[in-house]
């Protein structure tokens, strides 16, 4: 399971914290100081593999294999629900796809500033808007999470292009271990009529103010 939230940001500064401890505890130790700090350090680790065990979620390897054997070459693939890093890595892992291109659907449908407890603003598509701008970004596959954020309407609205003409269900796969609430099913669809060649549009960074688009 990989976050990609503000956890990630402790990364950074946890391996000097580590080094200045073991050298504080050597100084302060003299000659019992190695064995001390390499002493503190299993424990360290014993202790977080113990008390806060990494965790895990299934059913994400299955739809990046689904996605990595079925997908067209150059794909734009969509991918909707609240595990995208997972997802994302898990394809990046098929090395020998590395053609395939993924689209987060929030950038489509929302502005999310890092996470939705920092704000949340729909963007005002309907139905029709967001079945011709997946055709014309040649999404061929989406592969969404059951009920994603469907107290959201414009999340709603997307659910019905998914259902309704113009895409089929290629595969449903369950989701297991350390799932959120309501994370139970991936369902992924398969565009059944013709797009257009996939293309490279505004991604949109709220929470920087800014845009990056293709120069």
């Given amino acids: 399971l990989i976050s990609l939230k503000e956890p990630r940001h402790g990364i950074t500064f946890m391996f000097p914290l580590l080094i200045v401890g073991c050298?504080?505890?050597?100084?302060?130790?003299?000659?019992?100081?190695?064995?001390?700090?390499?002493?503190?350090?299993?424990?360290?680790?014993?202790?977080t593999l113990a008390l806060f065990p990494a965790m895990r979620v299934t059913g994400y390897p299955e739809a990046a294999q689904f996605i990595a054997a079925h997908a067209p070459k150059d794909a734009l693939v969509m991918f909707s629900g609240i595990h995208d890093g997972t997802f994302i890595f898990d394809l990046r892992a098929h090395g020998e796809r590395p053609d395939i291109k993924i689209w987060r659907a929030d950038k489509l449908l929302l502005d999310v500033s890092i996470m939705r407890q920092r704000g949340i603003s729909e963007v005002g598509l309907s139905e029709d808007d967001i079945r011709q701008r997946l055709k014309d970004e040649g999404v061929s596959y989406v592969v969404a999470q059951d009920g994603f954020w469907d107290d959201l309407g414009v999340m709603r609205r997307f659910e019905s292009v998914l259902r309704g003409p113009g895409f089929e269900v290629a595969a449903r796969i369950p989701v297991g271990g350390?799932?959120?609430?309501?994370?139970?099913?991936?369902?992924?669809?398969?565009?059944?009529?013709?797009?257009?060649?996939?293309?490279?549009?505004?991604?949109?960074?709220?929470?920087?103010?800014k845009g990056l688009a293709p120069r």
Wanted: neutral net charge.
């Fill in 178 to 209: 350390d799932r959120d609430g309501g994370e139970d099913r991936l369902t992924i669809y398969r565009a059944t009529g013709p797009i257009a060649a996939p293309s490279d549009k505004l991604l949109n960074l709220p929470s920087v103010a």
């Fill in 23 to 47: 050298w504080g505890i050597e100084r302060l130790l003299g000659r019992f100081g190695p064995p001390a700090a390499a002493l503190f350090g299993f424990g360290v680790i014993v202790g």
